[in-house]
């Protein structure tokens, strides 16, 4: 008996063999929620701006659910300080929890700025490539939109120092005082914007929305571009100060609507040259 016991225990068993298990360290950043989107029943799919790895589009679980961990952290271009995991086989990473740093909430009564936020976000979704960290572009995010919760009615202001420093920063801004048909030099460029002789004596300069840039009057009839606008030599000179220049230094005693609508409208028009596509957001803001 003894005998048969020992065949039993001799014969051979499966050996299973269980995969070993890798965590991933969390990855902790501060980030601004660009959008968001909707995935099965309880889960959403953000697109996020990190400080550090840029942009990046991750999972966050159970985020819909009412009692979600995320609270009210991803609301559009809510600053919070992200926590994610990432591995190199997937492309998007699995967010753990956020912080909330600044919120934009309060902007949300004010039609203007929060259509300004649509605006922000979209272009910023648009125009970033993924996994390209750009420290300027993301202090660019931040202090934009402190000056906006500052005072809503910077709005425009805030407009137009994002978008051109945004075409700036991803390196398709036209020079503004030279011509792209002839190459003239159009102005040389004052340091003070509200110097109004010296705008009203500079010379006249034309964009169209079939070239990027800016051509003078000879050239733009020669080339008889109709589809776009004038910028005005006090919207160039405002350009150039900005660029050089924080914005709360911009135009402080004030910016109205129409305040340099011609150079809002012409950084929109490189935008989506450069994007090749549209923005949703702009007809909303010209409408403002």
């Known amino acids: 008996m003894s005998r048969n016991v020992a065949r039993t225990f001799a014969i051979d068993r499966p050996c299973v063999c269980y995969p070993k298990v890798f965590y991933v360290p969390a990855r902790v950043s501060e980030a601004f929620v660009l959008r968001t989107f909707p995935l099965k029943e309880a889960d959403l799919v953000v697109s996020f701006l990190s400080r550090d790895q840029g942009k990046l589009r991750g999972v966050a679980r ?42 934009q ?60 420093w945004a075409a700036r920063l991803s390196g398709f ?15 040389d460029v004052a340091n003070d914007p509200t110097n109004a002789p010296d705008a009203a004596g500079m010379d006249r300069a034309w964009y169209s929305r079939s070239r990027a840039g800016l051509v003078c009057g000879e050239c733009r009839q020669a080339q008889g571009l109709r589809d776009g606008g004038e910028l005005t030599g006090f919207s160039r000179l405002l350009a150039e100060y900005m660029l050089r220049n924080p914005i709360t230094d911009v135009l402080p005693e004030g910016w109205p609507a129409r305040t340099a609508i011609d150079l809002r409208r012409f950084l929109v028009q490189q935008i ?12 909303l803001l010209e409408a403002c």
């Not at 998007?92 to 912080?99: F, I």
């Not at 949300?108 to 993924?130: C, G």
């Not at 989506?272 to 007809?283: F, G, Q, S």
């Open 173 to 187: 801004l036209p020079e503004l005082n030279v011509c792209l048909g002839c190459g003239a030099w159009l102005h």
């Open 62 to 103: 159970r985020a819909r659910k009412p009692k979600s961990a995320f609270g009210s952290g991803l609301e559009r271009l809510s600053h919070v300080r992200m926590s994610y995991f990432q591995t190199e086989s997937r492309e998007l990473v699995s967010l753990d929890s956020c912080e909330l740093i600044h919120s």
């Open 272 to 283: 989506e040259t450069h994007l090749e596509r549209k923005l949703a957001t702009a007809p």
């Open 105 to 164: 909430f309060r902007l949300a009564s004010d039609y203007a700025a929060s259509v300004a936020l649509d605006f922000i976000a979209e272009v910023t979704d648009q125009l970033l490539p993924s996994n390209e960290p750009s420290d300027r572009y993301f202090r660019l995010m931040a202090a934009v939109l402190e000056h906006l919760r500052a005072d809503p009615a910077n709005v425009w202001r805030v407009v137009a120092y994002f978008s051109l």
